[in-house]
């Protein structure tokens, strides 16, 4: 049965029809934890662009280098490349940017060093954060890559700046990924899986794998 076509009311009556543990039961329990992962990242992109407008608007606001009035409207136009906010001590806060690729907002802190950034480009629009020394802490991407498959991808880092936990929802299906430094994983969700024989075949949102560190599969369900 495919888990994923049932709606939250029938996956919910499963779990009170159905003794713990058994098939059934862990099925609809996994795609219930799949959909509460989808949903919370849908929340958090809406956040993430809510905050870009927010922030866009604040800053069209203040008069920039070359500010117009309309006649018609009384509409005034800020028209820039570039414009920066900085605080009292003249440090930057804040930057937007409109470059050829798109437009980039970037938040700084006083040491100088980007925090946060939201890009937008042709085909993809990114929210990343990053630590202090730089390097990137959580990635939210949001696109299209070849114009027709529309993907959004979740992924956040360790302090090695290696993947910890990644999110990926696409035509396929959701698949939520989890690895540690010693290179283990666990898989939950759409995945593609080679048989001996080198055929493949996709699993449901409702599977479960773990792997080991050289990539082997040591446990899987269904």
Known sequence: ??????????????????????????????????????????????????????ALVAILQISGPRSTRSERTGV?????????????????????????NGPRLEFSMPSGKVRAALELTPSLGSFVFYDTQGEELADLSVGSLDGTAHTSTLELFDGNRKTSARLDVNQFGPQLKLSDSAGYAATVGHTVLEGRSGETHDTSAASVLLSDKAGNVIWRAP
């Open 1 to 54: 049965m495919n888990y994923s076509t049932l709606s939250k009311g029938e996956l919910r009556g499963r779990l009170d029809d159905n003794p713990p543990d058994t098939p059934d039961w862990k099925h609809a329990f996994a795609e219930l934890q799949v959909r509460a992962v989808i949903t919370q990242t849908s929340v958090s992109i809406c956040l993430a662009v809510f905050s870009g407008v927010v």
């Open 76 to 100: 005034r136009v800020v028209e820039a490349t570039q414009v920066v906010l900085r605080d009292e001590n003249g440090q930057q806060q804040v930057q937007l940017s409109a470059t050829k």
